[in-house]
């Protein structure tokens, strides 16, 4: 039988903490068992802007962090035989494969073997055309910023295979991370659905950093957390027979219990029997969660079933402007002051030719649960008299940046045109992207991996 595979997460979005892969990677080592270090950057958005700043500059439209986070780490794990996989090439793979490359030659290393795999970019002619055809009038050809298909891991475990040091992908499923490489370390066969489900499995309970180690979890007072401003990322250890263990980085504050482990299981799966990915279907319907010692659970008895024929597509389309602007009102009366400000708000943009909705919300009173109609705003909230701390937000999403810019104008205006007592305005605004999922025949999408030089 063949030994365990250790994998660790070294992020769960574009954004995370750059110094929590440094002890994933200590545990690692230490362990002295077959590791992999996986990075998941990579959301809708994330990519979506990826490739509008591919756009703009070519070389740029990766993973904004990648220097930050590869530094601390690539050392270690090309000393010791430990390959990174991570969706950090988002809208360029290559682009982030070449700086790999010169983020190494900076650090003083021999060049990694440095893959990319690519395949899930449909923002070609011939990738346009097909989802036109699938989406008919749902796809805005004059608005289309890009296209991308949620390809699965058989390029990573190739890639791997062929002695990548470094995998560089795109908008792969996000526990295709963790399959690729337990399919080059066990040597599975790719219709061995139970335990492709057991590895994408443990993809899913590391994807998301240090939600499945208490960070996402705590609630102080009903699920406390020790130590959670030093919250340890996950590790699994992936079995031959499919069993997975789930613990997190020694020395490190959080925790690995039966809730944190059931609550990331449950995360973003809508059907626990049929969770649908490029490479299974996986079936939790029967799982067990076991608690082994502390910050150690044990996940068994995972089914699979055969991978669907089609696989997820999203596509982008520019979406106009969106604009915010807040401003804060303090002290007695607070939440009528606001209220006022949003009705000259609306009045001034009516006057200004624009009547268009916008969105209001009074943080610290009602926003959260509010909604873009406003019908909970426009309600007195139970205690809002009582409210001393009130800050407005207005928001509008427009096709015209004039628009758009009209209604921060006003927010600023407030300063001196009143009610009484509001500061702190801050405004933004910018590009508002669409976007639309379908499916695509799986036969459309060709993922093949290639190695940058």
């Known amino acids: 039988?063949?030994?365990?595979?250790?994998?660790?997460?070294?992020?769960?979005?574009?954004?995370?903490?750059?110094?929590?892969a440094l002890p994933v990677v200590r545990t690692l080592i230490a362990a002295g068992q077959p590791a992999a270090l996986i990075f998941e950057t990579l959301a809708e958005r994330t990519l979506a802007l990826a490739q509008?700043?591919?756009?703009?500059?070519?070389?740029?439209?990766?993973?904004?962090?990648?220097?930050?986070?590869?530094?601390?780490?690539?050392?270690?794990?090309v000393q010791h035989g430990i390959p990174i996989i991570g969706n950090f090439g988002a809208a360029n793979p290559r682009a982030a494969a070449r700086r790999v490359l010169q983020l190494a030659g900076e650090l003083g290393l021999p060049a990694p073997r440095v893959a990319v795999v690519e395949g899930d970019d449909l923002s070609h002619e011939a990738g346009r055309t097909l989802l036109q055809g699938i989406l008919g009038a749902a796809f805005d050809a004059d608005r289309f910023v890009c296209a991308n298909a949620y390809i699965g891991a058989q390029g990573i475990a190739a890639a791997l295979a062929d002695?990548?040091?470094?995998?560089?992908?795109?908008?792969?499923?996000?526990?295709?991370?963790?399959v690729g490489p337990a399919m080059e370390h066990f040597g599975w066969s790719w219709d061995d659905w139970d335990r492709l489900a057991a590895a994408t499995m443990a993809g899913h309970l590391l994807e998301c950093g240090a939600q499945v180690s208490g960070g996402y979890f705590a609630d102080p007072g009903m699920k406390d957390v020790p130590d959670v401003h030093a919250v340890g990322f996950p590790i699994a250890q992936l079995a031959d027979d499919g069993g997975i263990e789930i613990f997190?980085?020694?020395?490190?504050?959080?925790?690995?219990?039966?809730?944190?482990?059931?609550?990331?299981?449950?995360?973003?799966?809508?059907d626990p029997a049929a969770y649908l990915t490029p490479d299974v279907v996986a079936d939790i319907?029967?799982?067990?969660?076991?608690?082994?010692?502390?910050?150690?659970?044990?996940?068994?008895?995972?089914?699979?079933?055969?991978?669907?024929?089609q696989l997820k597509a999203n596509v982008f389309s520019h979406g106009g402007w969106l604009a915010e602007g807040e401003i804060s009102y303090a002290g007695p009366n607070a939440a009528a002051r606001a209220r006022l400000a949003a009705d000259i708000l609306r009045k001034r943009m009516r006057l200004l030719g624009?009547?268009?909705?916008?969105r209001f919300d009074l943080i610290g009173v009602v926003s959260v649960l509010a909604d873009d109609a406003g019908t909970m705003v426009a309600q007195p909230?139970?205690?809002?008299?009582?409210?001393?701390?009130?800050?407005?937000?207005?928001?509008?999403?427009?096709?015209?940046?004039?628009?758009?810019?009209?209604?921060l104008r006003e927010v600023n205006a407030l300063y001196t045109c009143g009610p009484a007592g509001g500061g702190g305005v801050r405004t933004a605004q910018r590009a508002r992207l669409n976007a639309v999922s379908c499916l695509v025949p799986r036969e459309a999408v060709a993922a093949a991996h290639s190695f940058i030089a």
């Open 354 to 358: 624009h009547d268009v909705p916008i």
């Open 285 to 309: 319907g029967t799982v067990t969660v076991t608690q082994l010692a502390p910050d150690r659970v044990a996940v068994r008895n995972v089914r699979g079933h055969p991978r669907p024929a």
């Open 163 to 178: 002695g990548a040091q470094v995998v560089v992908c795109g908008r792969v499923a996000d526990p295709a991370l963790a």
């Open 248 to 270: 997190k980085a020694a020395g490190t504050g959080g925790c690995v219990d039966l809730r944190t482990v059931k609550e990331q299981l449950l995360y973003e799966v809508h």
């Open 52 to 77: 509008l700043a591919r756009r703009n500059d070519p070389a740029q439209g990766y993973e904004p962090l990648l220097d930050a986070l590869l530094t601390p780490v690539l050392a270690l794990c």
């Open 1 to 20: 039988m063949t030994a365990p595979l250790l994998i660790g997460s070294g992020a769960g979005f574009s954004g995370d903490r750059t110094d929590a």
């Open 381 to 407: 909230q139970p205690h809002e008299a009582e409210a001393q701390d009130v800050r407005l937000r207005a928001a509008l999403a427009h096709d015209e940046l004039a628009v758009a810019q009209a209604l």
